[in-house]
């Protein structure tokens, strides 16, 4: 039984929405708050004939700590689960701290305005100290470790598909399967059609960020960074078929390559079909995916947020995808001495999740992971004090409510490679 203020209403917190008040035993009662709680309303409409959860609704800017610490001690929750954007991060965090309640994420801070000279001035040293240049990684959040552990609270990071469920999939191989991981592959596929020419599954402008950045991997215990998609390979997935894939920077390879004893190399790869590589070429070339603000008749834009409001919203893709996305991990090691390949992934139906909880399976396959990390920190059966990325929890309790809560998955000991 438990209390959960859930900020954020879009295409994630849709589907973990649902699914919390599909496990009203724990979320007993979860309030939803966004800048616009008019879509709040209507979630909250739309659910509280079908649940024993008790749903409020609220309005906040997740962007001021004090909006944020005023929300969280009139509504007095259990956790804070952060479904709104990256950006939100440090702030929902440090509102957490202030009033000593448990926060869950699905994404690492990111910065809405990469031209800010300060935060600028940090970016370019971590990307000559580390070697990677995405513009998000972990030091931001692996930052608040002392204040929360002092706080007595816990900060779960990454509760998503990957993030997330890839994590957990690996802390599951290493202790049910491996002695030593040396190599990790992530695959991320999306073998879902919506129709249109170009759209974006998640937010618009996180996705068309992570993808036009340059790739990077992690190997013999450093970063080795590639031009944007200058790695391709095929594979052939389980209930999918053939894909062109691409070899991505990603952020839980930061957090594994921390958390990982002795792991030799991670890489993570996504599909892409060439219309979709084609249409953000031309996007980026013409400087639409820019972030930085430009004049326009006299009215201050930023080109991606612009693009952000011409492309359709992923909220609505859901009714016209078909097909099926196949995300997991191969894992190579050894096991008493031998060598050994290992693959675990989940395979999910965009349609079944639209059926189910009226949208498509890349919200589903984040929204639902988000729910059980926050149900796992509510029910205390993950308690420590201090930030953790997911794959420092016990992973066996999280791989049961996959199986529970729609998204089941699959080891396969005899795998094909990626070379
Ligand atoms: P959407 O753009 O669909 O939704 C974002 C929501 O956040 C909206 O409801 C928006 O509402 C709200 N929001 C934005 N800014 C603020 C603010 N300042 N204060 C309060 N609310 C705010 O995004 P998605 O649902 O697609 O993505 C949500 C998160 O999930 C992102 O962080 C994304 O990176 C992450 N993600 C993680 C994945 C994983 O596997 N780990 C995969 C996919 C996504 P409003 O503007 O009305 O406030």
Redesign the pocket.
């Known amino acids: 039984m438990g209390r959960l203020l859930i900020?954020?209403?879009?295409?994630?917190?849709?589907v973990a929405i649902h699914k919390c008040c599909q496990n009203s035993k724990t979320f007993s009662e979860i309030c939803i708050?966004?800048?616009?709680k008019s879509?709040c309303d209507d979630l909250k409409e739309k659910l509280e004939k079908t649940t024993e959860t008790k749903i409020t609704t609220a309005q906040?800017?997740?962007?001021n700590v004090d909006e944020l610490i005023a929300l969280i001690k009139d509504y007095q929750p259990d956790a804070v689960l952060n479904?709104?954007?990256?950006?939100?991060d440090l702030t929902i965090m440090d509102a957490c701290l202030a009033c000593k309640v448990d926060y869950i994420?699905?994404?690492n801070y990111e910065p809405e305005d990469t031209d800010d000279p300060q935060w600028r001035a940090i970016y370019e040293k971590r990307c000559k100290d580390e070697g990677f240049t995405a513009y998000f990684d972990y030091s931001w959040q692996w930052a608040y470790q002392d204040r929360f552990k002092e706080a007595g609270i816990t900060a779960l990071l990454?509760s998503?598909?990957?993030?997330?469920v890839t994590s957990v999939f690996t802390a599951y191989a290493l202790k049910h399967y491996f002695d030593e991981i040396e190599t990790i592959d992530i695959l991320d596929c999306n073998g879902g059609d919506h129709g249109y020419p170009f759209a974006t599954n998640?937010?618009p402008e996180?996705n068309l960020r992570e993808v036009s950045a340059n790739g990077s991997y992690w190997e013999n215990g450093h970063w080795v960074e590639t031009e944007p998609m200058e790695i391709k390979r095929e594979y052939d997935f389980p209930q999918v078929g053939q894909k062109d894939m691409y070899l991505l920077h990603h952020e839980e390879i930061e957090s594994l390559a921390k958390n990982v004893p002795g792991v030799k190399r991670i890489r993570f790869f996504m599909t892409f079909g060439q219309s979709y590589l084609t249409h953000m070429k031309c996007l980026e070339n013409v400087g639409m995916l820019s972030t930085s603000p430009i004049m326009y008749e006299g009215r201050e834009i930023v080109p991606i947020q612009f693009l952000k409001a011409l492309l359709p919203?992923?909220?609505s893709l859901g009714a016209r995808t078909v097909g099926k996305t196949n995300i997991g991990c191969i894992f190579t090691g050894k096991k008493d001495g031998k060598e050994k390949t290992i693959y675990i992934y989940n395979v999910c139906d965009h349609q079944e999740c639209y059926k189910e909880v009226g949208s498509q399976a890349?919200?589903y396959?984040?929204g639902v992971p988000a729910m059980i990390g926050a149900a796992l920190v509510l029910d205390k059966v993950w308690d420590k004090d201090g930030v953790f990325n997911i794959e420092e929890f016990d992973p066996d309790p999280f791989m049961d409510m996959l199986n529970q809560y729609g998204l089941p998955w699959v080891v396969d000991e005899n795998p094909q490679t990626v070379e």
């Open positions: 900020i954020g209403c879009g295409g994630v917190a849709g708050a966004s800048r616009t879509r906040v800017d997740a962007d479904v709104a954007l990256p950006y939100q994420d699905t994404a990454g998503g598909f990957d993030p997330g998640f937010n996180i919203d992923p909220a890349i919200s396959t984040t």
